[in-house]
């Protein structure tokens, strides 16, 4: 049982490139997260997926877009890359109401050059 | 404004002392959540509170829902121990989001 599996773990991009951050969980969770975290904030949710076919912006969603692919995946996608963008990016996926544990990836950390 | 606010943002502990950590949430929450993020960067999640305490061995968390607040208390105090840990909500007021805390990174030094 892996959980939330993330990837890449480390990338490296150059203003204006473009890439996919991909997330796949294995416990059937219906909701599904897409966070950055960046130094002296908390960790800010850009989109989430309350199911499958479903995707809804979050706090800061500007720069990126998401495919809810099937119930298992949700990728994270930066058309154009910029340095604001520099950050360490989480997906987590979470259980129905009422036993709302999160599950976390590993973490992406990104430059953006 | 961050509606979740931990305090102290950093804490340096001897091995074997007792440690709190606090944690003072908004309006509308369905669940505090407490989380571990350990030096390599992964987040596990250890307790999910509505009301009352929680115990799994040596962490303790508890909540008083009249005053918005809930605390993480470790016990007898180990180096392992050393990680960022961060209070979340999740707000039903607020879309039923989670919104985090900016975490608390303890240090026990042997």
């Known amino acids: 049982n892996a959980g939330v599996t993330q990837t890449p773990k480390f990338q490296v991009l150059k203003t204006g490139q473009s890439m996919t951050l991909q997330c796949a969980q294995d416990m059937n969770h219906n909701s599904m997260y897409w966070y950055r975290q960046d130094p002296g904030m908390g960790l800010r949710l850009i989109y989430y997926s309350a199911s499958e076919g479903t995707t809804d912006k979050g706090e800061v969603p500007n720069g990126y877009n998401v495919s809810r692919l099937n119930k298992r995946e949700f990728s994270l996608r930066l058309e154009s890359a910029a340095p604001s963008q520099t950050s360490v990016y989480f997906c987590?996926?979470?259980?129905?109401?009422?036993?709302?544990?999160?599950?976390f990836g590993s973490g992406t950390q990104l430059s953006v050059l | 404004k961050n509606e979740v606010e931990q305090s102290p943002q950093n804490l340096t502990a001897q091995e074997g002392e007792f440690i709190t950590i606090n944690c003072s949430y908004s309006?509308?929450?369905?669940?505090l959540h407490w989380l571990q993020q350990h030096p390599g960067g992964g987040i596990v999640s250890l307790f999910m509170l509505s009301s009352g305490k929680k115990k799994h061995g040596r962490l303790i968390a508890t909540i008083n829902i009249q005053e918005k607040h809930s605390s993480l208390h470790i016990t007898a105090s180990h180096p392992r121990d050393s990680a960022v840990y961060i209070c979340a909500e999740r707000n039903i007021v607020r879309g039923n989001q989670f919104y985090f805390g900016t975490g608390t990174s303890l240090t026990v030094i042997p």
């Open positions: 309006v509308g929450i369905s669940a």
């Open positions: 987590a996926s979470s259980e129905p109401p009422g036993n709302e544990k999160l599950f």
